[in-house]
Structure formats: C-alpha cells, structure tokens
C-alpha cells in the first residue's frame, strides 16, 4: 500500500485547508485511519483517527471542533478538513492507515498500530 498525502500549503490563521490522502495497492479502504503531526522541533503527535467499520472517530483536544476527518471509499481517499487554522497547527501533516484489521479509534491515536505511512504534507498558519 502507498499512501500519499497533498493539500498542504500557507494559509492565514483563521483561515482553512483540507489536506487529502490517497491509498493505491488495495482494493479495499483501511480499517482504520489516522492523521498525525510534526511541528518544528516536536515529536509527531496524534490528530484524529478513525474506526471506519464502527463508525467511529475521534480527535485531539487542540483540534476537536476545528478539525474533520472523512473518507470517500470510492475514491480510496481520507481527508482531513481544518477550519479556524491557528499557527500553532503548522507542521507537516501524516496519513497513516492500518489494513490487517479494525481497531477502536482510541487504539488508533497510537502511531504503532498504523503500517502504513504517507511522507507528509506541510502546513503553514500565519498569524
């Protein structure tokens, strides 16, 4: 599976963008998604997750209620909708995805569930 993630760029704060993440080398969506970040000098963090077959989904508390997460299976394509952008969400932006089964979302928060990784896309806030 290849994971790449676009939709990246600079934005002003308060404004938003919408990050997507296409999967190609499976015929079938991932169990579960997630959508990690790094900021300059920080450990990636998590950002939201999702238990696509329980129809669950869940964020972190810098982002609930600013950010979404979403998938259109027929276009194998997870995005990641963020409104109200502040400059501390700049940071390059990962699509992860596990494939060999579902796992709730809480599970899902933790890179190591993932095996399968996009190479980021780079988000800028100015303030």
């Known amino acids: 599976v290849q994971l790449q993630a676009s939709g990246g760029g600079l934005v002003q704060a308060g404004g938003s963008l919408r990050p997507s993440c296409a999967a190609s080398g499976r015929p079938f969506s991932a169990y579960n998604t997630g959508w990690f970040r790094r900021a300059p000098g920080k450990e990636r963090e998590f950002v939201a997750a999702a238990d696509w077959r329980g129809g669950n989904i869940g964020y972190s508390d810098s982002v609930k209620g600013r950010f979404t997460i979403s998938r259109d299976s027929a276009k194998n394509t997870v995005y990641l909708q963020m409104n109200n952008l502040k400059p501390e969400d700049t940071a390059l932006y990962y699509c992860?995805?596990?494939?060999?089964?579902?796992?709730?979302?809480?599970?899902?928060?933790?890179?190591?569930?993932?095996?399968?990784w996009g190479p980021g896309t780079l988000v800028t806030v100015s303030s």
């Open positions: 992860a995805g596990r494939y060999s089964g579902r796992v709730n979302w809480g599970s899902a928060r933790r890179e190591t569930v993932h095996e399968y």
